[in-house]
């Protein structure tokens, strides 16, 4: 949420923190369910049907007042778009939860994330919408494996519009100048 400052303020904005414990924060996907590749497709899934039931909870799947009755924030009974935003892990999921629900989603913004190894039930309708996606990365990001990120640069242009940026010497973090890039793209997507 430290950046928020830094994003358009017409958007409603919900931060969710990761639900697993682990190695001194949060996680999406437990380092258990991790193969030589990443997180199981499986526990991807599992992780992103988490999220669109909360979403569901919140704001229903057509933009509605949710099934418990509740309306999104500041009285708002709808959401008109629902955009995604994440870093790392929650970069993962952003591109998981437009594969569980390719409709949904209006665009996606993924920082030092990658595409989670396997197929999903929604990837044909996914590389059918082809929704607008903004991927992010730095040249000395340790962090995520090489392989993951070849996944993802194979991947991407199949499944979505996809903006790709790589910043030199950026490391595993989101710098000054992406975040002007992120800004730009999530106010055109408004």
């Known amino acids: 949420m430290g950046f928020v400052p830094s994003l358009p303020a017409e ?27 990443g997180p199981t497709i499986d526990a991807a899934d599992a992780a992103a049907r988490a999220v ?14 949710g099934p418990d009755g509740s309306v999104g924030p500041h009285g708002q009974p709808d959401a008109p778009s629902v955009g995604l935003l994440g870093f790392s892990q929650g970069g993962a999921m952003v591109l998981q939860l437009m594969r569980t629900d390719p409709a ?59 903006d790709i940026r790589v910043y030199d010497g950026l490391t595993h973090g989101i710098s000054p100048e992406e975040l002007v890039d992120v800004s730009a793209f999530i106010r055109s997507r408004l």
Not at 15 to 36: D, K, N
Not at 126 to 150: K, M, N, S, Y
């Open 52 to 65: 669109l039931d909360w979403l569901d909870s919140v704001v229903g799947p057509d933009g509605s007042v």
């Open 104 to 162: 949904r989603f209006a665009y996606g913004v993924q920082l030092s994330g990658y595409v989670v190894a396997g197929r999903s039930a929604g990837d044909d309708e996914l590389a059918r919408i082809r929704p607008p996606v903004f991927w992010a990365r730095g040249t000395a990001d340790t962090v995520i494996e090489p392989r993951a990120i070849a996944r993802t640069i194979a991947w991407l242009p199949e499944h979505a519009r996809a």
């Open 11 to 37: 958007p409603v904005i919900a931060s969710l923190r990761a639900p697993i414990a682990e190695a001194g924060g949060y996680a999406w996907f437990s380092h258990s369910t991790f193969g030589e590749d």
